[in-house]
């Protein structure tokens, strides 16, 4: 919006930028506190080429190798960066795999090259936006009406194989048998794209944005707290002030703005900020919506260096089935978690103090749970910890000098998240472009939503993507300099 010529004045809750991909700094360690995946390169190149600008010009990327580790029940796989190396291993645990894998990768290329260029960047308003020959000849290619399950299973027999593409479906928040198969474009972005990490950690994208965002004019209020979205009147129906606070006092300070886009979560902005008039979307709508996961997270500082550890691990030693179903059918705490281990320090010493380990444990939970005590908080970790240990063959927990915990509650009081989700809206086929809730208010002409909860959904690419599309929609409807938008 700065670049095309908009005044633009950001109100952020809290004491930085970044949002759900804040860091938090104790006693040396610098902890990534929500992301910690950088997939999907080329959505970054291309946020920042739109400014004339280079990834290279902000931070320094590293490729990790191997990209990842999975304990699994009775063994453990490294996943190469080295795509001929991968088919090596499938080709030894499944022979005739390694083809079958060049056959899936190209369908997944496809989808990638398809789904990323005509879908993603839609701004899911209308249907017609999807009237695209290179959609409509490839419509059965990509696969919306099968799921990933099906689909990985029609080309491999073999257990660790079959999870191993379905695990990144994950990441958008539904099971492998509830998202369309067009999402194995997904294995394409893991295998063919890499796995890379930022130098300075996942915090270094949010730096660089913020320091782009401030050669570009634009103006940042921290530590102020959003508490009214004011409409003009019900023939008008558009915003014409914000009210907020951001003082010991709470007096209450008032900005006007022209246009307003909402990057909060979705339902509280709608249901806190807004008159019940102006709110598109019903309290029985947002009850029927499926949501992502929530998180239990754990920030953790060891005294010691830990040996053979690679920098991302998927612990799938437990049945992933029940995990799930305790996810999405039953919600409840797992009985046996699944999780996935981040050690950035072994790729960055500048995380943790000299002789440290900078450790983040994550258990996928459902949304919606409430009662995440610290008593519950700790039996969790105790499980999580022994496995590890048990593992990786070392000790951990005598060895603790700094753990925090985010749960629930926490992204709640944090970031008004509905039900305490941390990735949105399930990536689920009724959930998906105009099926998701709109990026423009269908009650307040000047009101627009991005991030996780609308389109394209979860993840730190799409939400990037998100930023883009809305600001495309703002200036379809507005146009371009001398306004002030908020």
């Known amino acids: 919006m700065a670049r095309a010529g908009w005044d633009v004045l950001v109100l952020e809750k809290h004491s930085i930028p970044g949002g759900r991909a804040r860091q938090m700094k104790v006693d040396g360690f610098t902890f990534d506190m929500g992301p910690s995946w950088y997939w999907m390169p080329d959505v970054f190149e291309r946020y920042f080429a739109g400014f004339g600008k280079n990834v290279a010009d902000y ?13 699994q029940k009775d063994s453990i796989m490294d996943i190469p960066a080295d795509y001929g190396r991968l088919k090596e291993i499938f080709e030894r645990l499944e022979p005739g795999s390694a083809l079958r894998l060049d056959e899936f990768m190209k369908e997944a290329a496809y989808k990638y090259k398809v789904g990323i260029n005509k879908l993603v960047f839609k701004p899911g308003l209308s249907y017609r936006e999807f009237l695209d020959w290179d959609l409509a000849k490839g419509l059965f290619r990509l696969d919306v009406f099968t799921s990933v399950r099906k689909h990985v299973h029609k080309f491999f027999q073999h257990p660790q194989l079959r999870q191993l593409l ?18 194995s474009l997904m294995n394409y972005a893991d295998i063919k794209l890499g796995t890379w990490y930022p130098k300075g950690g996942m915090y270094s994208i949010v730096d660089a944005m913020y320091r782009l965002a401030l050669d570009l004019g634009v103006k940042f209020h921290f530590d102020t707290n959003v508490t009214d979205i004011q409409v003009a009147d019900h023939t008008a129906k558009t915003v014409t002030a914000i009210r907020y606070d951001n003082t010991p006092q709470a007096e209450k300070l008032v900005v006007e703005a022209d246009v307003v886009i909402g990057s909060a979560d979705y339902h509280f902005i709608e249901k806190q900020l807004l008159s019940p008039v102006y709110q ?6 947002w009850e029927k919506r499926v949501m992502a996961p929530g998180c239990l997270i754990y920030y953790v500082g060891l005294n010691k260096k830990l040996k053979h550890l690679t920098h991302h691990t998927l612990f799938f030693d437990v049945p992933f ?11 409840d705490w797992p009985t046996e978690p699944l999780f996935y281990v ?14 440290g380990e900078n450790l983040f444990f994550l258990i996928p939970v459902a949304a919606g749970l409430t009662d995440d005590s610290e008593a519950l908080r700790d039996k969790y970790f105790d499980i999580i910890a022994q496995r ?19 749960a629930n509650s926490d992204f709640v009081s944090a970031y008004n998240s509905f039900k305490g989700n941390a990735y949105g809206l ?6 998906t472009a105009v099926l998701k809730p709109s990026c423009r208010s269908k009650k307040v002409k000047n009101l627009f939503f991005t991030g996780q909860l609308t389109v394209p959904g979860p993840g730190v690419p799409p939400s990037l993507i998100s930023g883009e599309v809305v600001a495309g929609q703002v200036l379809k ?6 306004k002030t938008e908020l």
């Open 59 to 71: 931070y320094t990327l590293e490729r990790l190798d191997p990209s990842y580790r999975i304990y």
């Open 166 to 183: 379905e695990f990144p479906v994950l990441f958008l928040g539904a099971l492998p048998q509830d998202t369309p198969a067009l999402y």
């Open 280 to 285: 598109t979307y019903t309290d029985a709508y």
């Open 321 to 331: 089935d029940q995990h799930g179903a305790e996810i999405y059918t039953t919600p």
């Open 342 to 355: 981040s050690a950035p320090s072994v790729s960055d010493t500048t995380v943790a103090p000299e002789g």
């Open 388 to 406: 590890f240990e048990q593992r990786i063959g070392q000790t951990i927990r005598d060895a603790v000098v700094v753990k925090k915990s985010f």
């Open 426 to 431: 399930a990536n689920i086929l009724w959930q």
């Open 477 to 482: 409807y507005f146009g371009q300099k001398n």
